[in-house]
């Protein structure tokens, strides 16, 4: 089975400074990881996706993350936040080469950029 | 926008009562999903389905029906609603097991 662990409920940060927001995951199978954002009464919007190949992804909205093998870490990072970056962050993972594209997620992030 | 209808998008209902959600897609895509969100817990798998009538358990079913009927069709079915069950429901679909799911925006139900 997979977890997900994002240690951060929440992150105050001010605009235009960097952010990092963390997320471990745990699995015994390979994994295909997700940044998912969600803005205020609204769905779900993928930021971006790891699938294989290169470590470092790049998203939409200035947003990267890079997964790490060793530490099993998927950390979603933006050199310069704006207001509008304000929302909640998931990081889900599914299992590879798995029957279908079940997503277990974390318990989220709360990215509060200050002015 | 992925083409995902969720319907109601808010509803009331009283304990013991049956409520049904439903989830349209327009995308012929093969995979749907139902998740309920919950303060603490994230987003948690209900039930999904992966191809008409071929449904399945996910990790939160208890209390908890579906069917496809039709590809564009998923329907969630509280057979019985209680408080816990209150909640913000959210359907997903995904066109293949290994390409994005994208979301509805989502069902706010509360269960009085």
């Known amino acids: 089975a997979q977890s997900v662990t994002q240690l951060d409920s929440q992150v105050p940060v001010f605009e235009e400074a960097p952010v990092e927001l963390r997320c471990n995951y745990s699995?015994?199978?390979?994994?295909?990881l997700f940044w998912y954002v969600q803005y205020p009464n609204q769905g779900l919007q993928l930021l971006l996706k790891?699938?294989?190949?290169?470590?470092l992804v790049k998203g939409i909205n200035g947003f990267e993350a890079e997964f790490n093998k060793s530490q099993t870490s998927f950390h979603l990072r933006k050199p310069s936040v704006h207001i509008s970056d304000t929302a909640e962050y998931f990081c889900a993972v599914s299992r590879f080469g798995g029957a279908t594209n079940k997503l277990i997620f974390g318990t989220g992030t709360l990215l509060a950029v200050q002015p | 926008d992925a083409g995902i209808t969720q319907s109601p998008r808010h509803k009331v209902t009283e304990t013991g009562t049956p409520v049904t959600l439903r989830c349209h897609q327009t995308e012929n895509h093969r995979y749907m999903y139902w998740y309920r969100q919950d303060p603490g817990h994230g987003l948690r798998l209900i039930h999904y389905?992966?191809?008409?009538?071929?449904?399945d358990k996910g990790e939160v079913s208890d209390g908890y029906s579906v069917s496809r009927s039709k590809t564009e069709d998923f329907l969630l079915t509280l057979e019985s609603a209680t408080s816990s069950q209150t909640s913000v429901y959210f359907c997903a679909i995904s066109a293949d097991r290994d390409t994005e799911a994208f979301f509805g925006q989502g069902t706010r139900l509360t269960v009085v």
């Open positions: 790891y699938l294989s190949g290169s470590t």
């Open positions: 699995s015994s199978v390979s994994v295909y």
């Open positions: 389905s992966y191809g008409v009538k071929d449904t």
